[in-house]
């Protein structure tokens, strides 16, 4: 006889521990919809306020992988470790343009399954479908004959991934629980674990352009999703990376991929790899061919990364990736201009002369979405051409009057009323601020017994 609703919410409430079946009914609930909206809500709300242990939020990861279609890779005669990194998002966030092919490069499979911006963030897929022709959703032999020939593909999930996830997660959004820790686990690594990966490494952004904005809160979260993880069946290792300015030197989805490009093949006047987005996307990449056993340590698997970026093999699979996916066919040309242009370009020149100081990095992206680059909501239109370029790092000495950034804008009032408001989420001082660390944990330091 199957367990009423109310029964098992009221478990949960009263702060008791489900049962893997428990849990199983609790996500078959929510897939055939014999759960009501409000009963989900409330199960959602108790495991908010009562908390998962590491084996509840493992059965509910597990169910809800299950509760749609798994890629099994095993008749793809890859021959080679198929891992992935996900991030929990930030401003400037590109590391996945350029993370995929320097691993693939190595000798991985990086089937990379990626979202749409949302807020403040920005989304690899909204950068990805500034290129015309990319296609986001390709069908599963296509896909299949890209990570074959490219060794990456970055794509969307499908509706058929974790559809239990995906009506949860809309639950959350209305319903005050997204804050909840073992649902933000259960959610990212279900999505995953559909995907068939033997490795993955995540890269929990802190700070305030971060959905983390204490150390505290980012390694609770890392720590809790490396667990849950492992006792899902999926190796993983985390990283906690700070996002307390733009990441790299642009926000805004053309002009990100633009970056990129220029990150990948080294073309740019005035320094293609922006130091914290090359200190980043090596350190992930090291991870990830340690975790696949394509390096024996992290420091082996940064030269073989670094070794890959320099070569022109990571930009090669880049090239290749786009093309096999419907994209333009030579992206690494320096005479590409397939990227669409803002109309409007202004700089926002300093109000004195100084050294930035910090940064309120929710503010800019929130900027790029008042552009129209971003969503406010999920089914918003995005304008790639928007955004800013030419961001002056934290630390960066700047005159008055020379430029803290670039705004790229559709119209010259929204140009302007952008650099008002960058005007105020960037802070000079007099004398430059103490360095920060970019990565401020990570996983693999700790033994886990």
Known sequence: MQALAQELIRVKRDGGT?????????????????????????????ILLRGMSRDECAALTRSMTRSGSVIDWSRAGFGRPIVDKHSTGGVGDKVSLMLAPIVAACGAVVPMVSGRGLGHTGGTLDKLQSLAGYDVAPSRALFTRVLREAGCAIVGASARVAPADRRLYALRDVTATVESLPLITASILSKKLAAGLEGLVMDVKVGNGAFCETDEAARALATSLVDVAAAAGLPTRALVTDMNQVLGHSAGNALEVREAIDFLTGHASEGAREPRLLEVTLALAS?????????RSTQQGRAQASAALDSGRAAERFERMV??????????????????????VIDVPAPSTGF???????????????????????????????????VRAIGAHVAMGEPLARVHAATLEHAEAACARLLDAITLAPQPPPAAPLVHWHSSAVSRG
């Open 18 to 46: 489900l049962a893997d079946a428990q849990v199983q009914a609790f996500v078959q609930g929510l897939t055939d919809r014999s759960w009501s909206d409000a009963q989900c809500a409330a199960m959602a709300m108790a």
């Open 287 to 295: 991870e990830m061919l340690v975790l696949c056993g394509l390096a």
């Open 356 to 390: 930035v100081e910090g940064m309120d990095t929710r503010a800019i992206g929130l900027v790029v979405v008042s552009l129209g680059g971003g969503r406010a909501h999920a089914h918003a239109s995005v304008d790639r051409r928007v955004g800013l370029s030419h």
């Open 323 to 344: 093309a096999a996916l419907g994209g333009p066919s030579r992206v690494l040309s320096p005479r590409f201009a397939g990227l669409p242009e803002a109309p409007v």
